[in-house]
């Protein structure tokens, strides 16, 4: 099956420019640079229509950097975004806006992207009408089908987002990017900020959305039980490059790359209904200085000197599963 979206070496840097004292410290003769972050380093990812791709790292691997990039928030520092075979990595273009409303992004914290001085009815009704999606109805009615798709009552329009429980303002989150008939959800942390039990609830519905509309899905987490419950596939990400990627049962019944074996590393609990997993030994090394080689030597058991000099490229290693360790190689 041909992709639904599509990413070709897709990178981002972020340049910190220097400041006035720099520059005039530079001009006297000092050695300034300016910092650089290789956020995404050149991440190829394939997405299947109606597939749930969960993508999974530490704080500051770059995740939420490569979902803003696909729903047009970033540009692309290089690389390429097809979507439905069409070149969208340039936001302004006129594949780029068409695409705009097909990919819609669910943040983590829905209190802070939802307008405080909108009542609902406006924060979900307004772009559809703007895009023309109303298709003969009135905007208010428009809005309580949409308040129904995501379990909340119709009569809820008039509110203001203070008006409701975290896991409720969650869902008018949901219910404001489907208003627009998104394809495609990019969920950064969509359920991080909730409690256990919200959470579940709220994966649940997007589940059934995803049954009801045909939704194809990014979910972006640190969190891997959300993911294995949620993904058919899984991606890691380690300080801007994707190490390994398989189907879901694959990924937590056999991981390959050993930053994903350290990641599911689990503590033995008594309660065994429920995985919890352990922290990766040692520190994420700063992305403004990241290690050479192997991005993930320092912190590696089994690194040798090949990995603190060469990068280990993402490598067919089964059908559907890709690594990228030099462990894999055959001598
Ligand atoms: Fe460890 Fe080397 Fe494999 Fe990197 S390439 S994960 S350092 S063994």
Known sequence: MSSLLETRELSKRFVKHLDFAAKLARKLG????????QAVDQVNLDIRQGEVVGLVGESGCGKS?????????????????????????????????AAALKIQM??????ASLNPRMRVRDIIGEAPRIHGLLEG?????????????VGLDASYSGRY????????????????????????????????ALDVSIQAQVLNLFMDLREQLNLTYLFISHDLSVVEHISNRVLIMYLGRVVESAPTE???????HPYTQALLNEVPRLDLRKRQYTPVAGEIPSPLNPP???????????????CHTEIPQLKGIAPDRQSACFLNETP
């Open 30 to 37: 000092a050695n300034v640079q300016e910092e650089v972050v």
């Open 65 to 97: 950097t490569f979902g803003r990039m696909v729903t047009g928030i970033l540009p692309p520092s290089a690389g390429t975004i097809h979507y439905n075979g069409k070149d969208i990595s340039n936001a302004a273009s006129p594949e780029g806006h």
């Open 106 to 111: 669910i943040f983590q914290d829905p209190f």
């Open 137 to 149: 109805q009135s905007q208010d009615e428009y809005v309580a089908n949409m308040l129904e798709k």
């Open 161 to 192: 987002p203070h008006q409701f429980s975290g896991g409720q303002r969650q869902r008018l989150g949901v219910a404001r990017a489907l208003a627009v008939q998104p394809e495609f959800l990019v969920c950064d942390e969509a359920v991080a």
């Open 250 to 256: 694959d990924m937590f019944h056999s991981p390959n």
């Open 292 to 306: 050479t080689g192997c991005h993930f030597h320092p912190r590696c058991p089994h690194a040798t000197s090949k």
